[in-house]
């Protein structure tokens, strides 16, 4: 077990546990679970056995949460009245400032059960537990809560960084192959906006963590998971545009998600959205097209099917306009000018755009 501890602009400091069939979590952080009074396990309804059992497996006997509380399954959990819901179930259950929640399945559920963290008697601790390969190197960090609202993606959220992570890459051993293939479109986000040695990690291990390779997956979500902590730890609030390049490929990429009523994987939707911040940064001058080619060969890598998107630009205009990193501009994507450079540009044109549009829905 890797063990990292990152001090925090704003929230003092979190710790990481990273690696795989961790065990005995409380004896590594005795004084986290030393000072809650009561402790709640949240994970989605929809968790295998073998998940719950995984999760209870990381606490010894004796230390076991008090309570057990089950959020509907995926997106459907991304609800103010769940996080209400949520809320009640700990206030009912006498939970105090002192008490301690843990969240244990995708990003749905630690998005949702941090958010209510955040809220409840003005925030509480939490642990989240990251149980997918999207959720490990991505959406189960960083300390970004949300809800959904109106059919759009984490409009209301906060900032509560959990007070550990625990990235366990055993969870992933019965994850389905297609949850592995989605997962993998953050994966070549980060062989992007990374430095070298994280690239020439993904790009060594990338074919074997398609395949569920146990070790290539290990591999990959420790070096990805480090390398977001440390850039939070650098810009916790987004205020810095250091943590703005994990942005790249989203703004496309949510709208892409949006627009398929949810039949599109996030992970696909990334990869889609990078595929278009590659063709926009080629078509405006930023990213030369040889490079152009050789970034984009890494998009190949992952085998897309046909999109399942309506091509409808109008639409896809008027969510990029809405999405919140627009910061009042017609539109504002990450874009790149070659491996871990980038460019953040706004108010790109329509041309431009749909051109973009077109390539990354092939």
Request: hydrophobic residues 45%.
């Amino acid at each position: 077990m890797k063990t990292f501890s990152f001090t925090l602009n704003h929230h003092g400091t979190m710790k990481a546990a990273l690696g795989r069939s961790l065990e005995n979590i409380p004896a590594a952080f005795p004084a986290l679970f030393a000072a809650a009074d009561k402790v709640c396990l949240v994970t989605g309804s929809d968790a295998p056995p073998s998940l719950r059992a995984r999760a209870l497996a990381l606490f010894p006997e004796g230390r076991a949460p008090h309570e057990y509380f089950w959020l509907p399954p995926s997106e459907s959990a991304k609800t103010l009245e769940q996080a209400g819901r949520l809320a009640s179930f700990l206030f009912e259950r006498g939970f105090s400032r002192s008490s301690l929640l843990i969240a244990a399945g995708g990003g749905a559920v630690t998005d949702l059960a941090g958010f209510a963290a955040s809220i409840y008697m003005r925030g509480i601790a939490w642990v989240s537990v990251p149980t997918t390969f999207l959720a490990q190197i991505d959406a189960g960090l960083g300390g970004k809560t949300a809800v959904n609202l109106a059919g759009a993606k984490n409009i209301a959220g906060t900032f509560h960084q959990p007070a550990l992570a625990v990235c366990d890459t055993a969870f992933l051993d019965s994850l389905p192959h297609a949850e592995l293939r989605s997962g993998a479109g953050e994966l070549v986000k980060y062989a992007m906006i990374g430095p070298a040695a994280l690239a020439a990690v993904i790009k060594k291990n990338l074919s074997k963590t398609l395949a569920g390779d146990k070790s290539a997956l290990t591999a990959c979500v420790s070096a990805c998971a480090a390398y977001k902590l440390k850039l939070v730890a650098k810009d916790e609030r987004d205020e810095r545009g250091v943590r703005e390049a994990l942005n790249f490929g989203h703004t496309a990429g949510h709208a892409f998600e949006a627009m398929s009523g949810g039949k599109l994987p996030h992970g696909e939707a990334v990869a889609r959205g990078i595929r278009f911040a590659l063709i926009a940064s080629r078509e405006a001058g930023i990213l030369k097209r040889d490079e152009f080619q050789r970034l984009d060969t890494l998009v190949d890598a992952l085998r897309l099917k046909p999109a399942r998107v309506r091509r409808d630009f109008r639409h896809f205009l008027s969510l990029v306009s809405r999405d919140k990193k627009a910061r009042g501009a017609s539109n504002r994507f990450v874009l790149i000018a070659g491996p871990g450079r980038l460019a953040p540009a706004e108010d790109l044109d329509a041309p431009l755009l749909k051109l973009a549009f077109e390539g990354a829905l092939k």
